[in-house]
Nanobody, 124 residues
């Protein structure tokens, strides 16, 4: 079992930055891929960014490439999402997730455990 708790969401103006954190506990965090997904009102949950167990490989959705950076600290059992140049289209609940079956997960079905999410609101 893995428990994931997100933090760092909030209200920010367009062009601003936020850093999300996800603290993990339970099964061996450092062994698994981690990912960030988001869900806007009325829309399906979508992939944002993913990182493999060591941090040596990352994948990003085209919509956030060049603006968001995913990283992890396996000593602190924490994964981060640095979000820069935010725009109103980034408004969503952001979910941290972990996939124990895949080296790096980019689909909702790849992931096995989810946090409860943190809300990011970007005003224009």
């Amino acid at each position: 079992q893995v428990q994931l708790v997100e933090s760092g969401g909030g209200l920010v103006q367009a062009g601003g930055s936020l850093r999300l954190s996800c603290a993990a506990s339970g099964r061996t965090f450092r062994m698994y891929s981690m990912g960030w997904f988001r869900q806007a009102p009325g829309k399906e949950r979508e992939f944002v960014a993913a990182i493999n167990w060591s941090g040596s490989s990352t994948v990003y959705a085209d919509s956030v490439k060049g603006r968001f950076t995913i990283s992890r600290d396996n000593v602190k059992n924490t994964v981060y999402l640095q979000m820069n140049s935010l725009n109103p289209d980034d408004t969503a609940v952001y979910y941290c997730s972990t996939g124990i079956r895949v080296p790096i997960g980019t689909r909702v079905d790849d992931m096995d455990y989810w946090g409860k999410g943190t809300l990011v609101t970007v005003s224009s």
